[in-house]
């Protein structure tokens, strides 16, 4: 399992959460905002924009948690709110500009993350994409986001989902053969026979 | 007979998507097509691997709960009393046309870092800008819009009694925020709705 599925929200303080109990909102609030926050960064590219993804999808937790039908659809709510919030600032030209201009903060410059053999390589070839081009490659290898869903969460087709994923994946792989030393020019990944 | 396996659609046989036969069945003879898709897998993983959990600003959630109780008081206070501290109805101001935001002078030049001075200078920028929009919508979007922009600034300002200290970071991130409302209620107000995509906040 990964992304907001690895989170486990004891039945109780879900129910909290529905009620307006403010301190299962805390409880609520420490055991996902770590994900929020990890999403957020990691679409976004920038810990500031990313803390003010999680104080917006926390404060609407807050308001209209209680319109949230059952405690099972707590975190998948939380999760579409972050990738909504997430996609709102993609859009906003300000962020474009920043995105343009300044280079990402990287979540592996933390200090204590766990990280394996290979694993900034790929941290690295992240931050090379456009950010449309890594949130699909996130939603959907990470999140489990279908093309569909993803197509349309951004206002497209499933086709736009699948070609940013390939596109997004001859960037990474260019990128991760490159560091083996083994150069790969974009657009030579497709393979004829 | 000339065959193309592009990453499409080997990312599809790798993700077990619906597949033409011959298409994979063709990849089953391609070494290249098939250390490709190995690639993929093994990148697909290491993504996975990427999955962390960053903890947030210790402070976080006590400005979370200031905020929600801020919003919480203004409702039930009327919304008038959320532009209160800044001397400004936003009925009266969706009306007038007038757009004055609610961050003084004071706070404005008190932007120590040139970080944060630029942002001062593009909100400005940005209000001039909006101010010169003779008929403002009035829509529940602009409102949302404006309403946010009166929360980022109440918080700049300190306002009320749960205000809590702003670190540089905060500050900067507050302005860079309300840059981006701002520029995003510009457009808002600069394009037909229809062609707007907005979340309300």
Known sequence: MTGFANIAVPPEIARGVLRGDRASHGHFFRLVSPRVLGMAWRMLGNRMAAEEVVQDVFVRVIENASDVRAVEALVGWVRSITVNECLMRLRSPWHQRRAAEEPDDRIDDLDGESRVAGESDIERALTLLQPETRMVIWLHDVEGYTHREIGELMGKTASFSKSQLARGYETLLAHWRKQDGKKIEPGTLACHS | ?201
Not at chain 2, 16 to 35: L, T
Not at chain 2, 65 to 88: K, N, T
Not at chain 2, 139 to 168: C, Y
């Open chain 2, 1 to 201: 007979m000339e065959r193309k396996s592009n990453l499409e659609h080997l990312l599809a046989i790798r993700d077990g998507e619906p597949v033409d036969a011959a298409q994979v069945a063709a990849i089953g003879g391609d070494v290249q097509a098939q250390q490709l898709l190995g690639e993929l897998t093994a990148a697909r993983a290491a993504l996975r691997q990427l999955d962390v959990a960053v903890p947030p600003s210790p402070d976080l959630w006590a400005r979370i709960e200031a905020r929600a109780d801020r919003q919480a008081r203004s409702r039930h206070g009327g919304q008038a009393a959320r532009w209160g501290w800044a001397g400004l109805a936003a009925g009266v101001l969706l009306a007038s046309g007038v757009f004055l935001l609610g961050v003084p002078e004071s706070s404005r030049l008190a932007a120590p870092d040139s970080g944060i001075s630029e942002l001062v200078a593009r909100s400005r920028v940005l209000e001039r800008e909006i101010l010169q929009v003779n008929q403002p919508s009035g829509s529940s979007s602009e409102q949302a819009l404006m309403f946010r922009l009166a929360d980022i600034d109440a918080e700049l300002n300190g306002v009320g009694g749960d205000a809590i200290p702003l670190t540089a970071a905060r500050r900067a991130a507050l302005w860079q925020r309300r840059v981006e409302l701002l520029e995003t209620l510009r457009a808002l107000q600069s394009t037909p709705a229809p062609q707007v995509q907005f979340a309300v906040y």
